[in-house]
């Protein structure tokens, strides 16, 4: 039961985090935008399934792209989202500070993630978060 509402909370458009029109996803849309040569554009839909990533992380206590049941970034695009994403690609972070300019740093520092953030053919980003004992798990996922 706590899986259908944790679900039903994500898919409400009411819920606050990982929606592109607060302040801290479009910051962070900006700032990994100058990363590259093409901007990206924030999808409230692509933000669902980080969100519900970040939350099942904190909830059970893993920090992963992949779920203890196997389950990955494209996985939850689908099953949450309802996106089949042909290209995808998703950056985690965990921090007690949520400023965006350092997290895009610490990712662009990343060899995969910066592979990630600079490929051209992953144009929509979306980004889910959460507070979980005193640390920030922040996930961002990618789409073309």
Same mark, same amino acid.
Not at 111 to 116: A, S
């Given at each position: ?42 999808? @409230? ?10 939350? @099942? ?17 494209? @996985? ?69």
């Amino acid at each position: 039961m706590k899986f259908l509402i944790l679900v039903y909370l994500l898919l409400d458009s009411s819920i606050a985090f990982g929606l592109c029109n607060q302040p801290w996803d479009m910051e962070m849309t900006s700032e990994l935008s100058k990363q590259r040569s093409m901007p990206f554009s924030c999808s @409230d839909q692509i933000g669902k399934a980080a969100q519900y990533h970040a939350n @099942d992380m904190c909830q059970r206590n893993y920090f992963s792209h992949v779920s203890p049941e196997g389950y990955t970034a494209k @996985d939850r695009l689908y099953r949450i989202s309802q996106i089949n994403a042909y290209y995808w690609g998703e950056t985690l972070y965990r921090t007690t500070n949520a400023e965006s300019k350092a997290i895009v740093q610490a990712w662009m520092g990343h060899n995969g993630y910066r592979q990630v953030i600079q490929d051209p053919k992953l144009n929509y980003v979306g980004f889910g978060w959460t507070l979980c004992n005193g640390w920030y798990l922040i996930v961002a996922n990618y789409t073309n």
